[in-house]
């Protein structure tokens, strides 16, 4: 492989290296903004408990209200009855009393059932408050972890960025700017083996000379890849298994047969 080439190989693996931690680094702000929201959703839970809690409390306070009210009724109209000197008006006062008093137990029926829901809204406030305070500290204990882990890495792509810059000079650069054009179109890779006589990457069988020209050592020249047009260089195949010894055989097959 001509050394211009392997320096552009370790180059692409510096790359790709650079792209993963930019990557990384990139998904940072959207893993801080999701505990953020993770505690303001908890937050709006919080309100709405409360809100809700305290339209049970103003509901409490009619119905008891109703229930002083209707039973406030009650005792005029059991005080006039004792007044009134006609049996007609007695038994239209009765009327009112029972009438009364009727909704003043379905007035007591209804704040029994507001006092009971307000219990439960209230434990709903205090599970909504218990949650927020640890979300919130889930998010600052995560927050100052992901920010740590933020610096690190970019400490390590300032100190890799500075070591492609090494590797960017001592390469050509005709050679370096026309993988620069490929990496740009190609998703980073400007560079591809071949591996059978075909590019590793899309696959396309390179022409018989392209391919004797690559595996000489002393090949200068460039070759790019006719179809996905990355720069081409051969890596030999690793050498293939020895067969075994006719009497290694023969003993694992009489193993095999026993």
Not at 64 to 87: C, G, H, I, L, P
Not at 111 to 120: A, S
Not at 218 to 230: G, V
Request: charge should be negative; hydrophobic fraction near 40%; glycine fraction near 4%.
């Amino acid at each position: 492989m001509q050394p211009e080439i392997k320096r552009l190989v370790e180059l692409q693996a510096a790359d790709l290296y650079l792209a993963g931690l930019r990557a990384r680094l990139n998904a940072f702000p959207e893993q801080l903004a999701d505990l953020e929201k993770r505690v303001a959703a908890g937050r709006q839970e919080l309100a709405a408990a409360k809100d809700a809690l305290t339209t049970s409390l103003k509901d409490r306070k009619k119905y008891e209200m109703d229930v002083e009210s209707w039973k406030e009724k009650a005792r005029k109209y059991r005080e006039q009855s004792f007044a009134v000197k006609t049996n007609e008006a007695y038994k239209a006062l009765q009327h009112e009393i029972d009438h009364a008093e009727r909704e003043v137990a379905q007035a007591e029926d209804r704040l029994l059932d507001r006092m009971v829901g307000g219990e439960e809204f209230d434990r709903q406030v205090k599970a909504a408050e218990r949650a927020v305070a640890e979300l919130s500290r889930v998010a600052e204990t995560d927050g100052r972890r992901l920010q740590g882990e933020q610096a690190v890495l970019r400490t390590e792509l300032e100190a890799k960025e500075a070591e492609r810059a090494q590797m960017v000079s001592s390469i050509p650069e005709n050679l370096f700017e026309t993988y620069e054009r490929v990496a740009r179109r190609r998703h980073g890779v400007g560079v591809a083996a071949v591996l059978h006589e075909a590019c590793s990457l899309c696959g396309l069988r390179v022409v018989p000379h392209v391919f004797q020209e690559l595996r000489r050592a002393d090949c200068s020249d460039i070759f790019q890849c006719e179809t996905c047009t990355r720069i081409l260089y051969y890596v030999e195949p690793p050498p293939a298994a020895a067969p075994a010894p006719p009497e290694a055989q023969s003993s694992a097959a009489r193993a095999h047969d026993s």
